[in-house]
């Protein structure tokens, strides 16, 4: 069974410019997640969605940041434009529960994002 | 805000040596999860424990829940280089987001 997958890896932009990143959860998860680590910080939230819903947007830091997950398969995740404290690494997650204790979230490999 | 506390921060001991890395909080979580993330790649899912006083062990690796689920540690036994990595512990509240420790950064030598 494939796991989360994120695309792409690594991404070098210029401040101001638009990045999107990509996530495809492993299939029949219907829950996906978006965090990042910024240098020095701890992996921290940034949204869930259920399918195609947005269930939890608490941790977005603004309206740069536009999360999609059209047909509840895979996400995207939009910067626009682009801050120099906006570089870290992006990662996402999926589960097949939510809710409850058995919330077991599966990571994705991230996406270094590197904002000059 | 919930904060979860990881430590210690950075650990380098010698190959078959024993440690023990804490995660404590003033919160109680539902369930706590612990990772290992290697360079380059995601936090991978190690265990997870819900019920309070629960212990649970993965080869050398042993997972206690403390008895009010507000804090957890990871004790290795006869750590080896294969060992050597981040380890996350993290921790869900009332939703279902995760809120992560800062890691440890464990470093085997042989």
């Known amino acids: 069974e494939a796991g989360v997958t994120q695309f792409p890896s690594h991404s070098v932009i210029e401040k101001g410019q638009t990045v999107t990143l990509r996530c495809d959860p492993i299939?029949?998860?219907?829950?996906l997640y978006w965090y990042r680590r910024v240098m020095g910080k701890e992996i921290k939230f940034l949204l869930h969605?259920?399918?195609?819903?947005?269930?939890?947007e608490s941790g977005m830091p603004n309206n740069r940041f536009l999360a999609e997950r059209t047909g509840g398969t895979y996400s995207t995740l939009k910067v626009q434009p682009a801050e120099l404290e906006d570089s870290g690494v992006y990662f996402c997650?999926?589960?097949?529960?939510?809710?409850?204790?058995?919330?077991?979230?599966?990571f994705g490999p991230g996406t270094r994002l590197t904002v000059l | 805000t919930q904060l979860l506390e990881q430590s210690p921060q950075f650990l380098s001991i010698q190959e078959g040596e024993n440690l023990t890395v804490y995660c404590n909080s003033s919160s109680v979580f539902s369930s706590l999860q612990w990772y290992r993330q290697e360079p380059g790649e995601g936090p991978v899912l190690l265990v997870t424990?819900?019920?309070?006083?629960e212990v649970k062990k993965l080869k050398r690796l042993t997972f206690q829940f403390g008895d009010a689920r507000k804090d957890s540690s990871l004790h290795i036994t006869a750590a080896q280089p294969g060992d050597t990595g981040l380890y996350l512990c993290?921790?869900?509240?009332?939703?279902?987001?995760?809120?992560f420790g800062g890691g440890t950064r464990l470093m085997v030598k042989p």
């Open positions: 424990v819900v019920t309070g006083g």
């Open positions: 969605f259920v399918k195609e819903s947005k269930q939890d």
């Open positions: 299939s029949g998860h219907d829950n």
């Open positions: 997650a999926s589960s097949l529960r939510a809710g409850g204790p058995y919330n077991e979230q599966f």
């Open positions: 993290a921790g869900a509240y009332a939703g279902n987001m995760l809120t």
